[in-house]
């Protein structure tokens, strides 16, 4: 990892791992003919899918808003100027990681596809290790007191 951003490669996004999960998933489903169902009522499956997909998708729009007013890249390969401690970033310190989670919950849960939904956990432990912690190191070598200071106020998920 370079000191000057957190991130180098397209490999390590959220979008990376949220599109590989979707496509493992889908896979799973359709491609090895295997289809795993939960045994809820679709009326249920298709309220509490949709409401974690709304949940997640303005988690992703919240997070990606905040970072673009204070223009603060998403790409990586960018370094980060401040910490960004506005909007969304009050409430969790990854809004996008776990918009992201949502969505792939959600999804699972509005199409009983076990596999995201499954997915969606596999998604969490990914972000956490291959894209927080090293975010999280990059942000205390970079921003020691800020970075500690906003760790104490805000929490990591939830």
């Known amino acids: 990892m370079k000191k000057d951003a957190a991130h180098n490669s397209i490999y390590q996004t959220s ?89 792939l919950l959600g999804s699972g849960v509005t199409f009983n596809f076990i596999a995201w939904m499954a997915g969606s956990f596999i998604c969490f432990l990914l972000m956490h290790h291959f894209l927080v912690l090293p975010e999280e190191k990059y942000l205390m070598s970079k921003f020691p007191e800020a970075f500690s200071s906003y760790v104490s106020k805000v929490k990591r998920w939830l």
């Open 15 to 103: 979008d990376f791992i949220l599109i590989a999960i979707f496509i493992v998933g889908a896979l799973i489903e359709y491609g090895f003919l295997w289809h795993w169902s939960l045994p809820i009522a679709i009326w249920i499956r298709l309220m509490l899918g949709i409401i974690f997909l709304i949940i997640g998708i303005y988690f992703i729009m919240a997070g990606k808003s905040a970072l673009d007013k204070e223009k603060q890249p998403s790409e990586p390969g960018k370094p980060t100027t401040h910490i960004v401690q506005s909007g969304i970033y009050k409430v969790t310190r990854n809004p996008t990681y776990l918009g992201c989670c949502l969505l």
